[in-house]
């Protein structure tokens, strides 16, 4: 039996493993914790979600919401965990954090064909293995990649929201729905007025900020701006993000808020809620002081803060095909974050690419085309694109996969379109067994 080496068990990793092994690969997954645990992670399972407890939207409209179906049509381990610990939240995939990670840890320690070594992995190993350590690289094997590829790395700052308790929110002064009425009425909507919305935005601004090291502004990745950083750019900033009203009607007023605060449910029992586009770096102290300004929050009880890391990528295009594989070794591959793509769902397609490509390479096959009319195929374009000079990590969107050929107008119809031509293609390769 061929076999792969696999390093990292987060989304992407974890993904890998599973569809080698689907494949008939002997896999050897390593993973160093609980051996060794990162700043951010706090459990022994696979697949830890260590931000937010959702893989956004899931309506073929919107990109991730396509990228997610391609998956779902190929086997993926991942959505197929999130579907059965999902919670509700509206139009999105959410999932119940604890227990999502715990299937995938139960799934890949089931496999025959999956042998699991807990360590740290400290220098780059031999081929054939894909290397899927995460943003949270640990230093050791950070600076072996680094001498590996003979330079460093790019980074960026990462963070995570603050977590509540459902019996501390005062649902006096809050109410269920989801934006535009949506599927089920799923998140809790703490409304602000005025003059409550613009005494908050000050103190948020002064906020006394936690100390990280390197931390700059501009190194923040838009997808995950903390949220006093947004608040920085303009008073009326959050209102037109994460506080967005739109699509939200107070049954007390029967009116549209000037700005809402919403809360999505975090675990299967629904008893904890993080608040939604709230990730930050400010001092614990100061997040509970500031975040119970909102109205409904004024009792809140954290369980979690939110908290800053420092997370790091590859210069793909420079070094990476487009199945995240080194351009000089094909049998020595990347994927998840590292490589430059953003977000839970898109580490696990960067997972599922590079592996079932390195299936193809050690049974001496040709690795299976993914167009560029695929989400799945856009993205491994996307981070190995040599004609990018200033490579940033990026969410799955439109833009990157390949237009129609004809013209339409409305943009929800032309997204339709895009993702209707886009599975016509995962369905032919699904039907020839890849």
Wanted: with cysteine.
């Amino acid at each position: 039996m061929k076999k792969v080496t696999v390093v990292g068990a987060g989304l992407a990793g974890s993904e890998a493993a599973w569809q080698l092994a689907q494949r008939g690969i002997a896999v050897e997954l390593i993973e160093m914790k609980p051996h060794k645990m990162t700043p951010a992670h706090h459990s022994p399972d696979f697949g830890e979600l260590v931000c937010s407890n959702s893989l956004r939207g899931d309506r073929l409209e919107n990109a991730v919401g396509l990228l997610k179906e391609e998956l779902r049509r190929m086997g993926s381990l991942i959505l197929a965990c999130a579907e059965e610990t999902r919670v509700e939240a509206g139009g999105c995939l959410a999932v119940d954090r604890g227990g999502f990670s715990a299937l995938v840890t139960k799934k890949l320690r089931s496999h025959p064909n999956i042998t699991i070594r807990a360590e740290e992995v400290t220098q780059v190993p031999q081929g054939p293995v894909i290397i899927a350590t995460g943003p949270l690289t640990s230093d050791a094997l950070s600076k072996a990649i680094g001498e590996y590829f003979g330079q460093d790395y790019l980074h960026f700052f990462d963070a995570a929201a603050p977590l509540v308790t459902a019996e501390s929110i005062d649902m006096d002064r809050a109410w269920w729905q989801s934006r535009y009425d949506r599927g089920t009425p799923d998140y809790i909507n703490c409304a602000m007025d005025k003059a409550q919305y613009e005494a908050f935005v000050k103190e948020l601004i002064s906020a006394e900020e936690a100390d990280v090291h390197g931390f700059e502004d501009q190194n923040v990745f838009e997808g995950c701006m903390p949220v006093e950083v947004m608040a920085r750019r303009g008073v009326d900033t959050l209102r037109y993000g994460p506080l967005k009203p739109v699509g939200l009607r107070d049954p007390k007023t029967d009116k549209e808020p000037y700005a809402v605060v919403q809360l999505r449910q975090d675990n299967a029992a629904k008893s904890v809620y993080n608040l939604v586009g709230f990730q930050t770096h400010l001092k614990f102290g100061e997040q509970k002081r500031v975040f119970s300004m909102i109205p409904a929050l004024r009792n809140a009880e954290f369980v979690r803060y939110g908290v800053m890391h420092h997370n790091t990528f590859l210069q793909s295009p420079k070094l990476l095909d487009r199945y995240y594989a080194d351009r000089r070794d094909p049998l020595v591959a990347f994927a998840g974050q590292m490589t430059g793509v953003e977000g839970y769902v898109e580490s696990a397609a960067s997972g599922f690419l590079a592996a079932v490509a390195m299936a193809a390479k050690v049974m001496e096959k040709e690795p299976p085309e993914f167009p560029q009319t695929t989400a799945i195929g856009a993205l491994g374009l996307y981070i190995s694109d040599q004609r990018i000079t200033d490579f940033q990590p990026m969410n799955i969107n439109f833009s990157i996969i390949a237009p129609l050929e004809q013209r339409i107008r409305k943009k929800s119809e032309k997204n339709l379109a895009i993702a209707n031509r886009s599975l016509a293609v995962i369905d032919a390769l699904v039907a020839q067994g890849i």
